[in-house]
C-alpha cells in the first residue's frame, strides 16, 4: 500500500512538472485575443523563456503548435504532424536554412489560424528533418499578418485585404 502511495504521489508530480514545462515552452496554449479601438480583432503573444513565440494553432482546422519563424520562407511541416493532417507531398524542393540545405515536399493547405486570425489558401513544405511536433510557422503566412513587437508580446493583426476575405 506504501508503495502504491509512492507511485501515484510520483506519478502526480510528474505530471505537474511537465505540465509545468509545457506552460513554459508554450505560454500561449489558450490563444488570448482582443477587439482594438478601430474594431479589429488582434491577438496578443507572449514570449516564452527562450525568446521565442510559441502558439497553439491550426492548420486544415486541426489542432498543432507553432513556433514563429520570420527566417522560414514557408511554413515548414515535420513528418509526423503532414501524417497526421493526411498531406500530400509534392514535387522536391531545397531550402537554404541555417543549418545547410535541406529537401522537403510541397504542399498546400487550406487554413492557417492562430486564434480569431485566419489565413487561407497557404503554402506550406513537409520537411523530414524536422523533428519534434513543432511547425514553423514561415513567411507563407507571417507576410499576411500585420504583427508587432512591444516588450515580451507580439500583437498580430490581419491585414486590411486578409480581413475582408474572414
Known amino acids: 500500500m506504501i508503495f502504491s502511495a509512492w507511485l501515484l504521489g510520483f506519478a502526480m ?17 489558450s490563444v488570448y485575443s482582443r477587439v482594438d479601438e478601430s474594431g479589429v480583432t488582434e ?12 502558439t497553439s494553432g491550426k492548420m486544415n482546422g486541426v489542432d498543432v ?4 519563424d520570420t527566417g522560414a520562407s514557408d511554413v515548414a511541416i515535420p513528418v509526423n504532424v503532414a501524417n497526421r493532417l493526411s498531406l500530400v507531398r509534392g514535387p522536391e524542393k531545397y531550402y537554404k536554412t541555417a543549418n545547410g540545405t535541406v529537401k522537403a515536399y510541397s504542399t498546400m493547405l487550406s487554413s492557417v ?16 528533418g524536422l523533428k519534434g511536433r513543432e511547425v514553423l ?6 507576410k499576411r499578418i500585420e504583427f508587432t513587437q512591444r516588450g515580451d ?14
Do not use: T
Not at 44 to 54: D, I, S, T
Not at 65 to 68: A, G, I, N, V
Open 13 to 29: 508530480l510528474m505530471l505537474y512538472f511537465n505540465y509545468f514545462l509545457d506552460k513554459e515552452q508554450n505560454p500561449n496554449q
Open 43 to 54: 491577438v496578443v503573444l507572449k514570449r516564452n523563456r527562450y525568446g521565442h513565440y510559441v
Open 113 to 128: 489560424s492562430i486564434g480569431p486570425i485566419k489565413v487561407n489558401n497557404v503554402r506550406a513544405s513537409i520537411n523530414p
Open 65 to 68: 503548435r507553432f513556433l514563429l
Open 137 to 142: 510557422l514561415g513567411m507563407s503566412v507571417l
Open 153 to 166: 508580446n507580439l500583437i498580430l493583426r490581419p491585414l486590411s485585404n486578409e480581413r475582408v476575405r474572414q
